[in-house]
C-alpha cells in the first residue's frame, strides 16, 4: 500500500532508524506535550569522530557496519519514550521527551560508554568516539527547527573546547558549518 511506502521512506535503509524528517515530526510532537504538559525536552545531536578516516582506510562497507553498531548503541541507551535518529552520514540524533538538562545526562553517558567499547570488525578493532551538541526546549528553542539548528552549534562548540559533549550557548562565537573535525 502506498501507506506503506511512504512509512518506508521515513526509516533510514542502512540503519532503519527513523530519517530526518520523521524525527522533526516527533519533536514537533513532543514540544506540542511539553507545551501541553509544562514538561521539557531535551534534543541532541551526535556526530561520529573521524568517520571518513573509517571509510577511506576500512571501506565503505566497514562504514555502514559501524554506522548500523552505532544505531544500535543508540537503541540500547535510550528510553522507550525516547527517540534516536540518523540525521545524515554519520549524524544522529536523539529526542528525549519529558527530559530537562540533568536527565540528559545519563542516556548521554551511555551512549558515550557504548562508543567507548572496541568495535571488533573483521579481526580488527575499530576505537569509535563522538562529539554531542545538547539543546533544551524551552530555553535554547521553541520550535523543532531551531533546536535542530541550535545542537549543532552546541557541538561545534564542545568541538571547539576539545571535550565530547557539550550545551548550547547563545553568546559563543559563532560556528562554521564545515570547520575541520
Not at 20 to 31: G, T
Not at 35 to 56: C, Y
Not at 141 to 164: C, I, K, M, W
Amino acid at each position: 500500500s502506498s501507506d506503506t511506502q511512504v512509512r518506508a521512506y521515513e526509516r533510514d535503509l542502512l540503519t532503519e532508524l527513523p530519517t530526518r524528517n520523521l524525527f522533526l515530526d516527533r519533536i514537533e510532537h513532543a514540544l506540542h506535550n511539553a507545551k501541553r504538559h509544562a514538561s521539557t525536552v531535551v534534543v541532541i545531536v551526535l556526530n561520529l569522530n573521524r568517520f571518513q578516516e573509517i571509510n577511506d582506510t576500512h571501506g565503505r562497507e566497514t562504514g555502514d557496519r559501524v554506522l548500523r553498531e552505532v544505531s544500535r548503541y543508540l537503541g540500547e541507551s535510550l528510553r522507550r519514550s525516547d527517540t534516536a535518529a540518523r540525521l545524515g552520514s554519520d549524524e544522529f540524533g536523539v529526542l528525549l521527551p519529558n527530559a530537562d538538562l540533568a536527565h540528559a545526562i545519563l542516556p548521554l553517558h551511555r551512549i558515550l560508554q557504548a562508543l567507548e567499547r572496541p568495535l571488533a570488525l573483521d579481526g580488527q578493532s575499530l576505537h569509535l568516539s563522538a562529539t554531542i551538541g545538547i539543546v533544551h526546549y524551552p530555553e535554547h528553542g521553541q520550535s523543532a527547527e531551531v533546536l535542530l539548528q541550535r545542537a549543532p552549534a552546541a557541538l561545534f562548540n564542545a568541538r571547539r573546547t576539545h571535550v565530547d559533549h557539550g550545551f548550547y550557548e547563545p553568546d559563543a562565537p559563532p560556528t562554521v558549518a564545515n570547520e575541520a573535525v
